[in-house]
Protein backbone atom coordinates (compact mmCIF):
# COMPACT_ATOMS: atom_id res chain seq x y z
CA UNK A 1 0.00 0.00 0.00
CA UNK A 2 1.08 3.45 -0.53
CA UNK A 3 1.83 5.99 1.64
CA UNK A 4 -0.83 8.19 3.11
CA UNK A 5 -0.16 11.20 4.32
CA UNK A 6 -3.70 12.81 6.84
CA UNK A 7 -3.99 16.75 8.21
CA UNK A 8 -5.47 16.48 11.75
CA UNK A 9 -6.56 20.01 13.51
CA UNK A 10 -6.67 19.99 16.88
CA UNK A 11 -8.16 22.36 19.72
CA UNK A 12 -8.82 21.68 23.68
CA UNK A 13 -11.75 19.12 23.80
CA UNK A 14 -12.77 15.72 25.34
CA UNK A 15 -12.58 14.02 22.49
CA UNK A 16 -8.88 15.32 20.86
CA UNK A 17 -7.57 12.32 22.80
CA UNK A 18 -9.66 10.02 21.07
CA UNK A 19 -9.43 11.46 17.53
CA UNK A 20 -5.67 11.46 17.34
CA UNK A 21 -5.63 8.05 18.08
CA UNK A 22 -8.48 7.16 15.41
CA UNK A 23 -6.24 9.21 12.77
CA UNK A 24 -3.32 6.78 13.61
CA UNK A 25 -5.35 3.66 13.44
CA UNK A 26 -7.31 4.31 10.19
CA UNK A 27 -4.16 5.85 8.46
CA UNK A 28 -2.20 2.43 9.59
CA UNK A 29 -5.36 0.36 7.81
CA UNK A 30 -5.11 2.35 4.86
CA UNK A 31 -1.05 2.68 4.16
CA UNK A 32 2.05 0.90 5.40
CA UNK A 33 3.74 4.31 5.75
CA UNK A 34 1.84 6.90 7.55
CA UNK A 35 2.33 10.55 7.83
CA UNK A 36 0.43 12.36 10.51
CA UNK A 37 0.26 16.23 10.17
CA UNK A 38 -0.83 17.31 13.52
CA UNK A 39 -2.05 21.42 13.49
CA UNK A 40 -3.74 23.65 15.50
CA UNK A 41 -4.89 26.63 14.10
CA UNK A 42 -5.18 29.99 16.29
CA UNK A 43 -8.00 32.61 15.62
CA UNK A 44 -5.07 35.76 16.30
CA UNK A 45 -1.56 36.42 15.18
CA UNK A 46 1.36 36.42 17.39
CA UNK A 47 1.30 39.74 17.50
CA UNK A 48 -1.81 40.61 19.23
CA UNK A 49 -1.43 40.47 23.24
CA UNK A 50 -3.65 37.37 23.43
CA UNK A 51 -1.63 35.52 20.62
CA UNK A 52 0.99 34.97 22.58
CA UNK A 53 -0.65 32.96 25.09
CA UNK A 54 -2.55 31.17 22.43
CA UNK A 55 0.61 29.93 20.65
CA UNK A 56 2.19 28.89 24.00
CA UNK A 57 -0.66 26.90 24.77
CA UNK A 58 -1.37 25.33 21.17
CA UNK A 59 2.55 24.74 21.29
CA UNK A 60 1.72 22.17 24.41
CA UNK A 61 -1.55 20.88 23.05
CA UNK A 62 0.45 19.93 20.09
CA UNK A 63 3.56 18.41 22.39
CA UNK A 64 0.64 15.92 24.25
CA UNK A 65 -1.25 15.16 20.90
CA UNK A 66 2.66 13.94 19.49
CA UNK A 67 2.56 11.68 22.19
CA UNK A 68 -0.60 10.16 22.01
CA UNK A 69 0.11 9.29 18.11
CA UNK A 70 3.56 7.85 18.84
CA UNK A 71 1.94 5.80 21.36
CA UNK A 72 -1.06 4.64 19.46
CA UNK A 73 1.70 4.05 16.39
CA UNK A 74 3.84 1.69 18.68
CA UNK A 75 6.12 -0.32 16.29
CA UNK A 76 4.44 1.13 12.80
CA UNK A 77 5.98 3.08 10.41
CA UNK A 78 4.32 6.66 11.41
CA UNK A 79 6.00 10.20 10.73
CA UNK A 80 4.62 12.94 12.90
CA UNK A 81 4.50 16.01 12.01
CA UNK A 82 3.45 19.38 14.23
CA UNK A 83 2.48 22.98 13.36
CA UNK A 84 0.94 25.86 14.46
CA UNK A 85 -0.94 27.92 11.79
CA UNK A 86 -2.23 31.14 11.61
CA UNK A 87 -0.28 32.73 13.69
CA UNK A 88 0.79 35.35 11.30
CA UNK A 89 -2.43 36.65 10.36
CA UNK A 90 -6.16 36.80 12.27
CA UNK A 91 -8.91 34.06 11.27
CA UNK A 92 -11.94 35.50 11.11
CA UNK A 93 -14.17 32.47 10.85
CA UNK A 94 -14.42 28.80 9.24
CA UNK A 95 -13.79 30.15 5.49
CA UNK A 96 -10.40 31.15 6.93
CA UNK A 97 -9.59 28.39 8.84
CA UNK A 98 -10.35 26.34 6.20
CA UNK A 99 -8.02 28.32 3.76
CA UNK A 100 -5.42 27.78 6.35
CA UNK A 101 -5.82 24.35 6.14
CA UNK A 102 -6.13 24.03 2.39
CA UNK A 103 -2.97 25.65 2.19
CA UNK A 104 -1.51 23.33 4.20
CA UNK A 105 -2.86 20.63 2.35
CA UNK A 106 -1.44 21.78 -0.60
CA UNK A 107 2.28 22.57 0.57
CA UNK A 108 2.58 18.65 2.04
CA UNK A 109 0.27 16.42 -0.15
CA UNK A 110 -2.28 15.88 2.31
CA UNK A 111 -4.68 12.98 0.97
CA UNK A 112 -7.77 13.53 3.74
CA UNK A 113 -8.62 15.34 7.02
CA UNK A 114 -9.49 13.73 10.36
CA UNK A 115 -11.94 16.34 12.31
CA UNK A 116 -12.43 16.31 15.82
CA UNK A 117 -16.49 16.24 16.13
CA UNK A 118 -15.87 19.01 19.13
CA UNK A 119 -13.46 21.15 17.57
CA UNK A 120 -13.87 24.47 18.22
CA UNK A 121 -10.01 26.62 17.59
CA UNK A 122 -10.99 29.38 19.98
CA UNK A 123 -14.41 30.26 19.11
CA UNK A 124 -17.74 31.14 21.30
CA UNK A 125 -19.29 27.86 19.49
CA UNK A 126 -18.80 25.07 17.40
CA UNK A 127 -17.79 25.89 13.70
CA UNK A 128 -17.69 21.61 12.83
CA UNK A 129 -20.61 21.89 10.02
CA UNK A 130 -19.32 25.30 8.73
CA UNK A 131 -15.96 23.71 8.20
CA UNK A 132 -17.39 20.52 6.84
CA UNK A 133 -18.84 23.01 4.50
CA UNK A 134 -16.29 25.26 3.28
CA UNK A 135 -13.59 21.61 2.85
CA UNK A 136 -16.17 20.36 0.53
CA UNK A 137 -15.95 23.74 -1.38
CA UNK A 138 -12.50 23.27 -1.52
CA UNK A 139 -12.37 20.10 -2.80
CA UNK A 140 -10.14 18.52 0.31
CA UNK A 141 -11.13 15.14 1.50
CA UNK A 142 -12.29 14.86 5.29
CA UNK A 143 -14.18 12.50 7.96
CA UNK A 144 -14.93 13.04 11.33
CA UNK A 145 -13.63 10.88 13.92
CA UNK A 146 -16.08 8.56 15.34
CA UNK A 147 -15.88 9.18 18.71
CA UNK A 148 -17.41 8.28 21.56
CA UNK A 149 -18.82 11.72 23.26
CA UNK A 150 -19.28 11.90 27.05
CA UNK A 151 -22.65 12.50 28.02
CA UNK A 152 -23.22 16.33 29.31
CA UNK A 153 -25.55 15.66 32.01
CA UNK A 154 -25.46 18.94 34.09
CA UNK A 155 -27.63 19.58 37.34
CA UNK A 156 -31.15 21.24 36.98
CA UNK A 157 -29.60 23.90 39.40
CA UNK A 158 -26.99 24.64 37.36
CA UNK A 159 -28.80 25.45 34.44
CA UNK A 160 -31.03 27.31 36.02
CA UNK A 161 -28.69 29.14 37.39
CA UNK A 162 -27.03 29.83 33.96
CA UNK A 163 -29.82 30.94 32.24
CA UNK A 164 -30.49 33.56 34.92
CA UNK A 165 -27.01 34.62 34.66
CA UNK A 166 -27.32 35.10 30.87
CA UNK A 167 -30.73 37.06 31.54
CA UNK A 168 -29.54 39.49 34.22
CA UNK A 169 -26.50 40.36 32.06
CA UNK A 170 -28.46 40.36 28.60
CA UNK A 171 -31.09 42.58 30.33
CA UNK A 172 -28.58 45.26 31.90
CA UNK A 173 -26.72 45.60 29.16
CA UNK A 174 -29.76 46.51 26.91
CA UNK A 175 -30.92 48.74 30.06
CA UNK A 176 -27.68 50.66 29.50
CA UNK A 177 -27.49 50.83 26.24
CA UNK A 178 -31.32 52.06 26.09
CA UNK A 179 -30.70 54.54 28.78
CA UNK A 180 -27.72 55.83 26.90
CA UNK A 181 -29.85 57.10 24.21
CA UNK A 182 -32.50 58.10 26.36
CA UNK A 183 -32.85 60.68 29.91
CA UNK A 184 -31.90 58.17 33.03
CA UNK A 185 -33.70 61.07 34.77
CA UNK A 186 -36.94 60.74 33.02
CA UNK A 187 -39.14 57.95 34.77
CA UNK A 188 -40.88 57.35 31.49
CA UNK A 189 -37.34 56.16 30.00
CA UNK A 190 -36.75 54.49 33.27
CA UNK A 191 -39.79 52.41 32.97
CA UNK A 192 -39.86 51.70 29.04
CA UNK A 193 -36.28 51.01 29.14
CA UNK A 194 -36.97 48.39 31.81
CA UNK A 195 -39.38 46.49 29.62
CA UNK A 196 -37.87 46.70 26.29
CA UNK A 197 -34.54 45.20 28.28
CA UNK A 198 -37.28 42.60 29.55
CA UNK A 199 -38.15 41.64 26.23
CA UNK A 200 -34.06 41.82 24.34
CA UNK A 201 -33.38 40.00 27.53
CA UNK A 202 -35.94 36.94 27.23
CA UNK A 203 -35.55 37.00 23.15
CA UNK A 204 -31.64 37.00 22.98
CA UNK A 205 -29.74 35.78 26.07
CA UNK A 206 -29.45 32.25 24.95
CA UNK A 207 -28.24 33.87 21.87
CA UNK A 208 -25.97 36.31 22.69
CA UNK A 209 -23.94 34.34 25.33
CA UNK A 210 -23.03 30.65 23.88
CA UNK A 211 -21.06 30.28 27.19
CA UNK A 212 -22.44 29.96 30.63
CA UNK A 213 -21.67 33.38 32.19
CA UNK A 214 -21.47 34.08 35.94
CA UNK A 215 -22.91 37.43 36.99
CA UNK A 216 -19.91 38.12 39.08
CA UNK A 217 -17.14 35.90 37.05
CA UNK A 218 -15.48 38.95 36.20
CA UNK A 219 -15.80 42.14 38.37
CA UNK A 220 -13.02 43.94 36.77
CA UNK A 221 -15.17 43.58 33.52
CA UNK A 222 -17.48 45.22 35.21
CA UNK A 223 -15.57 47.89 35.85
CA UNK A 224 -14.08 48.73 32.30
CA UNK A 225 -17.46 48.25 30.66
CA UNK A 226 -18.52 51.39 33.19
CA UNK A 227 -15.87 53.26 32.00
CA UNK A 228 -16.40 52.01 28.56
CA UNK A 229 -20.13 54.03 29.00
CA UNK A 230 -18.61 57.55 29.30
CA UNK A 231 -16.28 56.95 26.68
CA UNK A 232 -19.49 55.93 24.56
CA UNK A 233 -21.25 58.77 25.31
CA UNK A 234 -18.31 61.35 24.31
CA UNK A 235 -18.52 59.52 20.87
CA UNK A 236 -21.83 59.96 20.63
CA UNK A 237 -21.72 63.84 21.37
CA UNK A 238 -18.67 64.26 18.72
CA UNK A 239 -19.96 62.53 16.55
CA UNK A 240 -23.54 64.15 16.42
CA UNK A 241 -21.65 67.51 16.31
CA UNK A 242 -19.89 66.51 13.48
CA UNK A 243 -23.41 65.67 12.06
CA UNK A 244 -24.87 69.04 13.06
CA UNK A 245 -22.07 70.80 11.31
CA UNK A 246 -22.21 69.09 7.93
CA UNK A 247 -26.23 69.04 7.82
CA UNK A 248 -26.07 73.10 9.21
CA UNK A 249 -23.94 74.10 5.80
CA UNK A 250 -25.75 75.32 3.03
CA UNK A 251 -23.29 72.84 0.44
CA UNK A 252 -24.20 70.44 2.84
CA UNK A 253 -21.27 68.45 2.02
CA UNK A 254 -22.24 64.45 3.05
CA UNK A 255 -20.30 61.67 1.42
CA UNK A 256 -21.99 58.52 2.09
CA UNK A 257 -19.97 55.17 1.87
CA UNK A 258 -20.30 51.58 2.12
CA UNK A 259 -17.12 50.30 4.39
CA UNK A 260 -15.96 46.80 5.30
CA UNK A 261 -13.88 46.83 8.55
CA UNK A 262 -12.28 43.44 9.50
CA UNK A 263 -12.44 43.73 13.42
CA UNK A 264 -9.83 42.11 16.15
CA UNK A 265 -12.63 41.10 18.45
CA UNK A 266 -13.85 37.95 18.91
CA UNK A 267 -17.40 37.21 17.50
CA UNK A 268 -20.05 36.74 20.29
CA UNK A 269 -20.49 39.69 23.16
CA UNK A 270 -17.71 41.45 21.98
CA UNK A 271 -18.33 41.67 18.39
CA UNK A 272 -22.24 42.53 19.40
CA UNK A 273 -20.60 45.50 22.09
CA UNK A 274 -18.87 46.71 18.94
CA UNK A 275 -21.34 46.77 15.70
CA UNK A 276 -24.15 48.09 18.30
CA UNK A 277 -21.90 50.76 19.23
CA UNK A 278 -20.91 51.59 16.04
CA UNK A 279 -24.53 51.86 15.34
CA UNK A 280 -25.29 54.08 17.77
CA UNK A 281 -22.35 56.61 17.03
CA UNK A 282 -24.19 58.85 14.37
CA UNK A 283 -22.98 58.96 10.63
CA UNK A 284 -21.62 54.91 10.89
CA UNK A 285 -24.44 52.01 10.76
CA UNK A 286 -23.61 48.57 11.13
CA UNK A 287 -25.24 46.39 7.92
CA UNK A 288 -23.92 43.18 8.60
CA UNK A 289 -21.57 41.19 10.63
CA UNK A 290 -20.10 37.98 8.70
CA UNK A 291 -17.36 37.00 11.78
CA UNK A 292 -15.26 39.35 12.85
CA UNK A 293 -16.11 41.29 9.63
CA UNK A 294 -18.13 44.25 9.46
CA UNK A 295 -19.89 45.86 6.86
CA UNK A 296 -20.91 49.54 7.84
CA UNK A 297 -22.27 52.79 6.19
CA UNK A 298 -20.69 55.93 6.70
CA UNK A 299 -22.64 59.05 5.92
CA UNK A 300 -19.43 61.73 6.04
CA UNK A 301 -15.65 61.70 5.91
CA UNK A 302 -14.79 62.31 9.36
CA UNK A 303 -17.18 59.36 10.58
CA UNK A 304 -15.26 57.20 8.10
CA UNK A 305 -11.71 57.80 9.69
CA UNK A 306 -12.87 57.22 13.34
CA UNK A 307 -13.75 53.96 12.08
CA UNK A 308 -11.02 53.58 10.49
CA UNK A 309 -8.65 54.69 12.72
CA UNK A 310 -10.55 51.92 15.41
CA UNK A 311 -10.80 54.02 18.35
CA UNK A 312 -14.01 51.91 19.41
CA UNK A 313 -12.45 48.83 18.53
CA UNK A 314 -9.99 49.20 20.87
CA UNK A 315 -12.08 50.14 23.98
CA UNK A 316 -14.29 47.10 23.16
CA UNK A 317 -11.21 45.33 23.50
CA UNK A 318 -10.10 47.00 26.93
CA UNK A 319 -13.46 46.08 28.12
CA UNK A 320 -13.25 42.30 27.37
CA UNK A 321 -9.47 42.02 27.65
CA UNK A 322 -7.87 44.57 29.39
CA UNK A 323 -5.50 47.77 28.60
CA UNK A 324 -2.77 45.69 27.17
CA UNK A 325 -5.00 43.94 24.92
CA UNK A 326 -6.43 47.55 23.63
CA UNK A 327 -2.77 48.56 22.46
CA UNK A 328 -3.04 46.99 18.97
CA UNK A 329 -2.69 49.02 15.63
CA UNK A 330 -5.82 50.74 13.90
CA UNK A 331 -7.71 48.66 10.88
CA UNK A 332 -6.15 51.16 8.46
CA UNK A 333 -2.59 50.96 10.01
CA UNK A 334 -3.27 46.67 9.67
CA UNK A 335 -4.80 47.09 6.30
CA UNK A 336 -8.35 45.73 7.53
CA UNK A 337 -10.55 49.06 5.79
CA UNK A 338 -11.66 49.58 2.82
CA UNK A 339 -14.11 51.77 1.04
CA UNK A 340 -16.38 49.10 -1.47
CA UNK A 341 -18.96 51.19 -2.72
CA UNK A 342 -20.37 54.89 -2.80
CA UNK A 343 -23.88 56.17 -2.92
CA UNK A 344 -24.92 54.94 -5.76
CA UNK A 345 -25.10 51.79 -3.65
Keep these: MAAERILVPLSETVTVRQTVGYAIRSGLERADDLECHLVVALPSDREMPEGQTE ?19 DSS ?20 FVGTFSEYADDHDIDRVVLDPEYEPGATAGLLQPIERELEAVGLPYEEAPVERPARHEQLIGDGTQQFDRLFAMFWISYGFYL ?46 GLYVPYLLFEIIKANLAISIVILRPSMPIDP ?9 RSGLPLLALANSITLTPGTLTIRADDQRLVVHSLI ?45
Design 77 to 96: SVTIETAVLGDEEYLFGPRD
Design 257 to 265: KLTRVNAHV
Design 180 to 225: VLGDPTYWFDLVTGAAVAGIVAVALANVTFTFPLGRVRSPVRTVRF
Design 55 to 73: VETARSLLSRAESWAREDA
Design 301 to 345: ASARDDLFDGALERAVRFVFHGRESAAIASPRERGDAEIIGGDEL
